[in-house]
């Protein structure tokens, strides 16, 4: 029986084979997100069923590896942390240096609460500069509010702010 680590070595096989690029790939599933389909494929994400079969289709994968593909993965458990590639360990950065204003920023606006890594979208682009190209990266995330539970008569149910 295969594990999901080894369907993401042999999915990496046949995109080194065919010489395929990551884009290439998304637009032939023709599905949701490029981060979410590129995250299935590397065993971090579950595809919904219709795009596990295009994928399998498409990169010629047994049912088997269909069907894992659709599967509730271990999300993150290969991952080291801090993480050691030095792109992944930016973003790693990112969050110990500017985190703490983006928490009083976030919570400033909306309340008591976070923003959602599930009811989550993110895209990425390249913008064009003359000093060089530069990463640009969206993310949008719905605000989940805080509850307070057995909260009684004078005290709100949650921590959002209203609008």
Sequence with gaps: MQTREQLTE?????????????RQI?????????VLIVGALLGQMRLPEALA????AFLGLTKAE??????VPMRGQNSPMPPTDPLLYRFYELVMVNGPAWKELIQEEFGDGIMSAID????IERQPDPKGDRVKITMSGKFLPFKYYGAGPNVPPNGAKGA
């Excluded at 042999?10 to 990551?22: P, V």
Aim: no cysteine.
């Design 66 to 71: 269909e069907l894992m593909l659709a599967e």
């Design 53 to 56: 079969a295009k994928a399998a």
């Design 26 to 34: 998304v637009e032939a599933i023709d599905g949701l997100s490029d």
């Design 10 to 22: 042999h999915i990496l096989d046949i995109k080194r084979e065919r010489r395929l690029s990551w």
């Design 120 to 123: 989550f979208d993110m895209a």
